[in-house]
């Protein structure tokens, strides 16, 4: 079975500085990967996925992710923090199904907190 | 304008009650998903759904009841079984398995409703 490990239950940076947050996999085969962002009482919103076709992931408002299948790595980053980051992040695995549907398995997520 | 809309917001059960959350997507996508959202802790899967009139068991389905009789309509059911209701539940959708390219598997989420138990 797929899983995910965020490793970081809060991160906390300054605006302007760089946001890593981190996610761990474990996976039998190519994965699909995700990140989702969820800021207060709201649903989620992709910020990008990992198609196998590169792996590094260019995703919205600024994030990237690179996917290093050495280190079963996904790592979430950005040059520089805005403070309309501060939300919950969420790395996510794709599993297939018996059934042929894919199921979203869902890391304990990442809050990341922007100081001014 | 496209998108996942869930009903009420916010909602509160008394004891020995049901109570049933509404979810309808005008994406025209095929599968439909039900979420649970404790603190501190990531999405889990309740219930989902394929195609019409068929749905699955996710992995924490016990005390929850769905239907699907319209493409674009999953309402969940928590049912006096569900002994701790109190969590954000989401409604997800997403293009069918058949689905080709980047738009595979990708699952679009409604904003959420917030149960409560009286």
């Known amino acids: 079975a797929q899983s995910v490990t965020q490793l970081d239950s809060h991160v906390s940076v300054s605006e302007g500085t760089p946001v890593l947050l981190r996610c761990n996999y474990s996976?039998?085969?190519?994965?699909?990967l995700f990140w989702y962002v969820q800021h207060p009482n709201k649903g989620l919103q992709l910020l990008l996925k990992?198609?196998?076709?590169?792996?590094l992931v260019k995703g919205i408002n600024g994030f990237e992710a690179e996917f290093k299948k050495s280190e079963t790595s996904f790592h979430l980053t950005k040059p520089s923090a805005h403070m309309s980051d501060a939300a919950e992040y969420f790395c996510?695995?794709?599993?297939?199904?018996?059934?042929?549907?894919?199921?979203?398995?869902f890391g304990s997520g990442t809050r990341l907190l922007v100081r001014p | 304008d496209g998108g996942i809309t869930q009903s009420p917001k916010y909602l509160f059960r008394k004891e020995g009650q049901n109570v049933t959350l509404s979810c309808e997507q005008n994406?025209?996508?095929?599968?439909m998903y039900w979420y649970r959202q404790d603190p501190g802790q990531g999405l889990r899967l309740i219930y989902y759904?394929?195609?019409?009139?068929?749905?699955q068991k996710g992995d924490i389905a016990e005390g929850y009841s769905v239907s699907r009789e319209k493409k674009e309509s999953f309402p969940l059911t928590v049912t006096s079984a569900q002994k701790n209701p109190t969590a954000f539940y989401l409604c997800?959708?997403?293009?069918?398995?058949?689905?080709?390219?980047?738009?595979?598997?990708?699952?679009?989420f409604g904003a959420g409703t917030r149960l409560s138990v009286l």
């Open positions: 997800a959708s997403s293009t069918s398995h058949l689905g080709i390219g980047l738009s595979k598997n990708i699952q679009y």
């Open positions: 996976s039998s085969y190519s994965p699909s």
């Open positions: 990992y198609t196998s076709a590169a792996t």
């Open positions: 996510v695995v794709s599993e297939a199904s018996v059934d042929s549907s894919y199921k979203l398995i």
């Open positions: 994406l025209n996508h095929d599968a």
């Open positions: 759904s394929q195609i019409v009139n068929d749905f």
